[in-house]
């Protein structure tokens, strides 16, 4: 499979995806937004960062770049799309996935190691684990707060869309592991396809051995392979 990683102007986390997909054997291959989806694409990240430096808002000004087009079209086709952390904000923007992103509960930038709990292992994103297991991976955000209104948060949780929840080492969901005020405690979750996934944390950070801590991200990215 080869997978573009979409560059936008402030992604950060491109380098970091292409390394951590050869990883676990993906062919991966940067992309310039501007230049366009190359047609021979059989999956896409939007990878994090700060596109547009984040004015206006989170991933407001990506999600109007013309590739998201071709990343919508894309999605449409079945071709497996993730988007990490910024990319996330881009995903619910560009409206591969429902709700948005919104300023942290801390009102501040947030960086360090998170649980999260496996809510739905029959994806391709979390095939690798088993429902209920507890994964360690960093996030970095200000505006990683998901927000959805109740009736569409009810429908996400009765079509087991919601892929991974904020929680603590033995896997509670509880505010206190909740980091940035979530609605209940939702980290990652589907599109309309369950080849399109958006999460906030950052599996492409926990996926070598050689930088320590977890490898947990791994199994996410090998959605792909």
């Not at 989806?37 to 407001?60: C, I, T």
């Not at 998170?114 to 360690?136: K, M, Q, S």
């Not at 429908?155 to 909740?178: Q, S």
């Amino acid at each position: 499979m080869t997978v573009s990683v979409v560059q936008f102007g402030g992604s950060n986390c491109d380098r970091d995806a292409v390394r951590a997909l050869d990883r676990v054997g993906v062919d991966a291959e940067r992309v310039w937004h501007e230049d366009g989806l190359p047609a021979d694409s059989e999956g896409v990240v939007l990878p994090g960062g700060f596109s547009y430096g984040d004015y206006l808002r989170a991933g407001a000004m990506a999600a109007h770049s013309p590739i998201m087009n071709e990343v919508r079209a894309a999605a449409e086709d079945g071709v497996p799309v993730l988007g990490v952390c910024n990319g996330a904000q881009i995903g619910s923007e560009s409206r591969l996935t429902p709700g948005a992103f919104t300023t942290n509960r801390s009102a501040r930038f947030q960086c360090e190691d998170v649980f999260l709990r496996v809510e739905n292992a029959d994806t391709p994103w979390t095939e690798a684990y088993e429902e209920g297991d507890v994964i360690e991976l960093p996030i970095a955000h200000g505006e990683g707060r998901f927000e959805i209104d109740d009736a569409a948060y009810d429908e996400l949780v009765d079509d087991d869309r919601v892929l991974f929840r904020y929680c603590d080492a033995d896997g509670n969901v509880t505010d206190e592991a909740n980091p940035n005020g979530s609605k209940g405690n939702v980290a990652g979750i589907l599109g309309e396809r369950e080849t399109v996934a958006v999460l906030m944390p950052h599996p492409e950070r926990a996926a070598l051995a050689e930088l320590g801590g977890s490898t947990d991200g791994q199994g996410v990215l090998d959605g792909f392979a």
